[in-house]
């Protein structure tokens, strides 16, 4: 028999009301009621209410034991008292009498309560986090993510997937974040790297001659922390498949996805998979400013230049006589008002924005500076297009679109937020493909991958070979896509380039010669030319998707030990300095930035 419990704090029912049990746990809270002590026993399983009477010969220990001091006990259960049940727990019908107490571990000051979960600085969580995570929220969060783990686990076997893992300790390789350098012991003044992502491992599976891989696989980039995004390290659900085209890969993953929001989606709504639209990078940028359009406001962008060329509103008719700039609309039904569009005003010029210009429309020619200044006939020709009322409002963003599309996108979601347009109990989801293969690099002034070099041009070696200049050649696409759910993209995949002629003439057009394609992704080109299938795939973030069902803003709240926003764990203090006989073993010196010293105090002339 467990000398520590027969049952767990989450078990015990009015059936087994007359039993005497032995628990144990955390002591989550205790009240003292008239004399009587109650404690909310914890563990991961759930709570149990025990109570202690003044005669018993422990009261004083159990009087003096502090929250979150570990104990074990032994009583009786007892049903409650009809008003006194807790409706809201599993064990809320019943109460265990104590007739032994132990104190297994005790606690001192909490720097951190756990009881009632208020906030409380990252620091604070983060060098404590194995207290943290015994908050409800926390620890619910972290079972969550299990849970889905498993869930798209068994929905990619059930696919017909294989699960294989891929090297940690593998080449540096420029997947667009900076590389987690590893010295080498046995090769002086050469590293490894942390994979920033399975990507060549899982493209030289499918060389090799397997179907369908996946992997829950660990990724590492040094790169700056955000609200959705780890600094350090991240998993996802990795997958490559052989012999497909881009719906192949859509149709094998999409509904595994599905299943896991479904699962755990609660009272929200999924929108079924068959349903996800496929939508243009183009398209997304010009509707809702955003290749991670946020579905759930159903509002979009219209360009709306033509109605002001040549008009008395003089700013906008300068924009709309420039062939290199943009008039859109943002429409706003129902937020016909005054104060709507001060308010938008506002949060435009906190944006850094001088504001937003708009009409208001009524019954008759329109509201405001730029309806007065446009004059009817072309306020009734942008109401005509957006489909606006009497009620309802319009916003103008203009000028060059990639300096104004990403405040535009925002503001679009504000609009619906403010309106109660955004339906919140949804998962909206949107395929966004046909990315643009290159980007033009405005620092070094010349074409660069704009998004993964090892994807396939559409319309493969012709289409590159006919692109000859940087025009044509930022018009090339790539069958490259994502996977949007509530403005948050958490999948990315493309179909690869599996042709080495298609790929020396991809980074060509990049500016890399044939040697640094060699020197860099030799193993993958060698591989390429002994027979590769096509091949494509795609990855999912496990912790946005966690973060998104968990209904979370921050994905260290659905992390267990995450780093700070500065990237450093403060429980186990790293990263830390090492000492100079490990540096040796690794053949590194250091050389650490020069900080300005501190100016010496003043010297006191009257002394």
């Known amino acids: 028999m467990n000398p520590y419990r027969t049952h767990n704090c989450g078990a015990l029912r009015k059936s087994d009301v007359g039993e005497t049990v032995t628990l144990s746990g955390w002591v989550h809270r205790k009240r003292d009621h008239g004399g009587l002590l109650f404690i909310d026993l914890r563990d991961h399983y759930g709570l149990t209410q025990i109570l202690c009477e003044p005669e018993a010969p422990f009261f004083d220990q159990v009087e003096a034991v502090r929250a979150e001091s570990v104990i074990r006990i032994e009583g009786k259960v ?5 008003g006194q049940v807790n409706e809201t727990l599993p064990t809320g019908e019943i109460e265990v009498r104590i007739t ?38 926390m620890h619910s969060n972290i079972m ?59 493209q030289l ?24 995004r780890s600094a350090g390290e991240f998993y996802q659900l990795d997958v490559e498949m052989s012999f497909v085209e881009q719906q192949d890969v859509f149709d094998a993953t999409a509904p595994v996805v599905h299943r896991a929001f479904e699962l755990f989606a609660g009272e929200r709504n999924v929108d079924p998979y068959e349903d996800w639209p496929h939508i243009p990078y183009a398209d997304a940028m010009l509707k809702y400013g955003s290749d991670k359009p946020d579905l759930r406001v159903p509002l979009e962008m219209q360009v709306v230049t033509e109605h002001f060329r040549d008009c008395g509103f003089k700013i906008f008719a300068q924009i709309a006589a420039d062939d290199q700039q943009q008039i859109r609309a943002i429409p706003a039904p129902g937020g016909g008002s005054r104060a709507f569009c001060d308010r938008m005003n506002s949060w435009a ?46 916003f103008f963003v203009a000028g060059k679109p990639k300096d104004f599309e990403d405040v535009a996108g925002k503001a679009r979601v504000v609009i619906g937020e403010e309106l109660g347009l955004m ?3 949804r998962f909206a989801f949107c395929w966004i493909v046909d990315f643009p293969m290159y980007e033009w690099d405005e620092d070094h002034k010349k074409v660069e991958f704009g998004h993964n070099p090892f994807s396939m041009p559409q319309g493969g070696l012709a289409a590159l070979e006919k692109a000859k200049t940087a025009e044509e050649q930022l018009a090339l696409k790539a069958n490259q896509y994502d996977l949007v759910c509530n403005g948050y993209e958490f999948a990315s995949g493309a179909i690869r380039n ?25 193993g993958l080109l060698n591989a390429f030319k002994y027979g590769a299938p096509p091949h494509g795939g795609i990855a999912y973030g496990v912790d946005r ?10 994905i260290r709240e659905v992390t267990m030990f995450p780093l700070t926003q500065g990237a450093e764990d403060l429980l186990l203090g790293a990263p830390a300095e090492v000492s100079p006989e490990q540096l040796k073993e690794v053949h590194i010196k250091l050389s650490k930035p020069i900080t300005e010293k501190a100016a010496p105090p003043p010297i006191d002339v009257q002394e």
């Not at 057009?509 to 020197?519: L, P, R, S, W």
Request: overall charge negative.
């Open 100 to 137: 032994k107490f132990e104190v297994l571990s005790a606690a001192g000051d909490l720097p951190l309560p756990v009881f009632g979960e208020p906030d409380y600085p990252e620091d604070i969580r983060m060098r404590h986090r194995y207290l943290d995570l015994r908050r409800e929220t």
């Open 498 to 522: 599996h042709k080495p002629e298609i790929m020396y003439k991809a980074f060509e057009v990049a500016g890399y010669g044939a040697e640094v394609v060699e020197e860099k992704f030799g």
């Open 205 to 228: 599976i499918m060389v090799s001659g397997f179907d369908r891989y996946f992997q829950i696989a660990p990724c590492f980039r040094d790169e700056d922390a955000r609200a959705d």
């Open 78 to 82: 007892v049903a409650r008292d009809e």
């Open 349 to 394: 010029q906190k944006q850094g924005l001088p504001g937003m210009a708009y009409i208001m429309f009524d019954e008759g020619d329109g509201k405001g500076p730029v309806a007065k200044n446009i004059g009817p006939e072309r306020t009734h020709a942008v109401r005509d297009q957006l489909g606006l009322k009497a009620g309802d409002a319009v």
């Open 144 to 202: 969550l993510r299990s849970r889905v783990i498993s869930a798209l686990r068994q929905g990619m076997e059930q696919n017909g997937f294989t699960e294989f893992q891929t090297p940690i300790l593998t080449a540096s390789s420029p997947e667009g974040a900076r590389d987690f350098l590893v010295p080498s012991r046995l090769h002086p003044g050469k590293f490894f790297a942390l994979p920033q992502a399975p990507q060549i491992f899982k």
């Open 423 to 425: 339906d919140k109990d």
């Open 545 to 554: 998707i966690v973060m998104l069902l968990a209904e979370q803003e921050n």
